[in-house]
């Protein structure tokens, strides 16, 4: 009984540990204007602005390779396919820890959120 309860609480932890998501990338300067142009679009929650914000975000990364991250484009298509579907709020969501982490040329030496 007593190593299924063990058992119970490891796979517990391993699940929760897994289900951490991993922290939003810091756009770099030259991509953060698709972030603030996808932010607009889904504060509207206009359909046409994100498909066409999303589909030059991919596009600049296919036609430029090495010029969006991972993590960029990651994070940026998951709030596309959010909004996408019509999951405003979880778009809105994602997209407000996309923002927190974003750190100003100006602010570059602090940690991200303090001023």
Do not use: H
């Amino acid at each position: 009984m007593r190593l299924r309860i063990e058992y119970a609480m490891v796979l517990m932890v391993a699940l929760m540990a897994a289900s951490c998501g991993e922290q939003p990338p810091q756009f770099q300067e030259k991509n953060k204007g698709f972030l603030e142009n996808l932010a607009q679009a889904v504060k509207k929650q206009n359909a046409k602005q994100v498909e066409e914000t999303c589909k030059n975000f991919q596009t600049k990364q296919e036609n430029f390779p090495n010029t969006v991250t991972d993590g960029e484009l990651k994070w940026f298509m998951k709030v596309c396919d959010y909004a996408k579907q019509g999951k405003w709020e979880k778009a809105q969501g994602t997209l407000d820890e996309l923002q927190k982490a974003q750190v100003s040329t100006s602010e570059s030496g602090k940690a991200p959120g303090k001023k």
